[in-house]
């Protein structure tokens, strides 16, 4: 029996969450044939079968998160267990991820939790089960972990029982659909996560400036005139990075492990982009060496990709500092959480019209244990310079 193991996706990811079984119990495979759908952290992928045989058993369900190495299926393969291994050299198919597994710590995935909660209790070596759980179904909350790491006892669910103990106030019941419980699954899972993880390590500030962008939105209509597809979110992320050059804190990541922060010396620009699942960043690389059309292009690519869920795991990757535009939407102004592990992010808004000029606003976001105040508010103050004077910097549509 082969047993099938959640491999080792890159990235530092831990976990995925099983969004799709492509088989069931009792289905003959090939080789090289989807088995499951899996998100993780950094993307959706689809992760193909390395042997061909019946499944005799899947041994998680649609929604639950899994870590790297656990067993995932069961494969008759009608050999021997002494026989039945891959063979080390074989190609794999162009969306096959690294099929390396790696061990982790015994902590069980049974019980309710987030990845958060569950990375927290496998570095401190606890074992969720014996945690009790005071959230929705018994989901162990941080709270609840905090708790048990100060005092490892099983934790009693001690407020439900003070519920409507006097006798004088009778339990008012809600009727039937008056209240829905929504679950954390899929992409919304991955942002609960993630953005609970920024604002808790990172001392978050925010610095804003208003633009006058009526040069800017001059030049994005003459090209478009022309025929020449720009946009302003494209315009923004290939003129950052030379602002980004002259304050290089701007451009780090923080290693939380090590308790210290890795400048970067390429410039990989996030892009947030709102999806029917979520909020999702892909990275334009090196868009300090892309012109305005070749930024502007990829970006219309990408987030029609990420629309449709169909971006690989390396457009997800190894951004440097993000760029969110709200203003597409119409938001005249946003407290952006910045996009962990980076250090900060620039929110853009929509433009609105004063006095016969356009005017924009920006706000710049930063972890204050990196950033002081004076840094980020000349950092946009520059960029303020860059985009109302274009000749300020040499670029290119």
Same mark, same amino acid.
């Given at each position: 029996?082969?047993?099938?193991?959640?491999?080792?996706?890159?990235?530092?990811?831990?976990?995925?969450?099983?969004?799709?079984?492509?088989?069931?119990?009792?289905?003959?495979?090939?080789?090289?044939?989807?088995?499951?759908?899996?998100?993780?952290?950094?993307?959706?992928?689809?992760?193909? #079968?390395?042997?061909?045989?019946?499944?005799?058993?899947?041994?998680?369900?649609?929604?639950? &998160?899994?870590?790297?190495?656990?067993?995932?299926?069961?494969?008759?393969?009608?050999?021997?267990?002494?026989?039945?291994? +891959?063979?080390?050299?074989?190609?794999?198919?162009?969306?096959?991820?690294?099929?390396?597994?790696?061990?982790?710590?015994?902590?069980?995935?049974? +019980?309710?939790?987030?990845?958060?909660?569950?990375?927290?209790?496998?570095?401190?070596?606890?074992?969720?089960?014996?945690?009790?759980?005071?959230?929705?179904?018994?989901? +162990?909350?941080?709270?609840?972990?905090?708790?048990?790491?100060?005092?490892?006892?099983?934790?009693?669910?001690?407020?439900?029982?003070?519920v409507h103990t006097s006798p004088h106030i009778p339990a008012q019941k809600q009727p039937a659909g008056a209240e829905e419980i929504l679950e954390m699954h899929g992409l919304r899972r991955i942002i609960f996560d993630k953005m609970t993880k920024a604002k808790q390590i990172m001392p978050h500030f925010t610095v804003m400036?208003?633009?006058?962008?009526? #040069?800017?939105?001059?030049?994005?209509?003459?090209?478009?005139?022309?025929?020449?597809?720009?946009?302003?979110?494209?315009?923004?992320?290939?003129?950052?990075?030379?602002?980004?050059?002259?304050?290089? *804190?701007?451009?780090?990541? *923080?290693?939380?492990?090590?308790?210290? *922060?890795?400048?970067?010396?390429?410039?990989?620009?996030?892009?947030? &982009?709102?999806?029917p699942d979520g909020l999702n960043v892909f990275v334009i690389k090196n868009a300090d060496g892309k012109s305005m059309v070749e930024i502007s292009a990829e970006i219309a690519d990408k987030a029609s990709r990420a629309r449709e869920n169909k971006l690989q795991l390396d457009e997800v990757q190894d951004s440097t500092f993000?760029?969110?535009?709200?203003?597409?939407?119409?938001?005249?102004?946003?407290?952006?959480?910045?996009? *962990?592990?980076?250090?900060?992010?620039?929110?853009?808004?929509?433009?609105?019209?004063?006095?016969?000029?356009?005017?924009?606003?920006? #706000?710049?976001?930063?972890?204050?244990?990196?950033?002081?105040?004076?840094?980020?508010?000349?950092?946009?103050?520059?960029?303020?310079?860059?985009?109302?004077?274009?000749?300020?910097?040499?670029?290119?549509?």
């Amino acid at each position: 029996m082969y047993e099938f193991k959640l491999p080792d996706i890159g990235e530092g990811v831990t976990e995925g969450e099983i969004v799709k079984w492509d088989v069931k119990e009792g289905d003959e495979v090939e080789k090289d044939q989807d088995l499951v759908e899996v998100m993780t952290d950094k993307v959706t992928v689809k992760i193909p #079968s390395p042997v061909r045989g019946k499944i005799a058993k899947i041994l998680y369900r649609e929604g639950q &998160v899994v870590p790297v190495g656990s067993t995932l299926l069961q494969i008759d393969t009608g050999e021997t267990a002494e026989t039945q291994q +891959v063979p080390e050299k074989e190609e794999k198919p162009a969306e096959a991820v690294q099929m390396k597994q790696v061990p982790l710590p015994e902590v069980s995935t049974h +019980v309710l939790a987030s990845p958060a909660v569950r990375r927290i209790a496998r570095e401190n070596g606890i074992d969720l089960s014996k945690v009790g759980g005071t959230g929705e179904a018994g989901r +162990v909350t941080l709270d609840d972990l905090e708790r048990y790491m100060k005092s490892p006892q099983p934790a009693a669910q001690e407020k439900v029982e003070e519920v409507h103990t006097s006798p004088h106030i009778p339990a008012q019941k809600q009727p039937a659909g008056a209240e829905e419980i929504l679950e954390m699954h899929g992409l919304r899972r991955i942002i609960f996560d993630k953005m609970t993880k920024a604002k808790q390590i990172m001392p978050h500030f925010t610095v804003m400036e208003e633009v006058d962008v009526t #040069s800017m939105m001059s030049i994005l209509d003459s090209a478009r005139a022309r025929g020449i597809k720009v946009t302003v979110t494209g315009f923004l992320a290939r003129i950052v990075p030379s602002v980004l050059k002259r304050y290089p *804190y701007l451009n780090a990541i *923080y290693d939380e492990n090590k308790k210290s *922060y890795i400048l970067k010396k390429y410039y990989n620009i996030g892009i947030a &982009v709102d999806t029917p699942d979520g909020l999702n960043v892909f990275v334009i690389k090196n868009a300090d060496g892309k012109s305005m059309v070749e930024i502007s292009a990829e970006i219309a690519d990408k987030a029609s990709r990420a629309r449709e869920n169909k971006l690989q795991l390396d457009e997800v990757q190894d951004s440097t500092f993000t760029i969110t535009n709200v203003g597409t939407i119409g938001g005249i102004m946003s407290t952006p959480i910045i996009n *962990y592990p980076e250090v900060a992010i620039l929110g853009v808004h929509r433009v609105f019209d004063r006095d016969g000029k356009k005017y924009m606003y920006l #706000s710049l976001s930063c972890d204050h244990r990196l950033i002081d105040g004076a840094v980020a508010t000349r950092f946009i103050v520059d960029l303020k310079k860059v985009i109302e004077d274009p000749n300020a910097i040499i670029y290119e549509i």
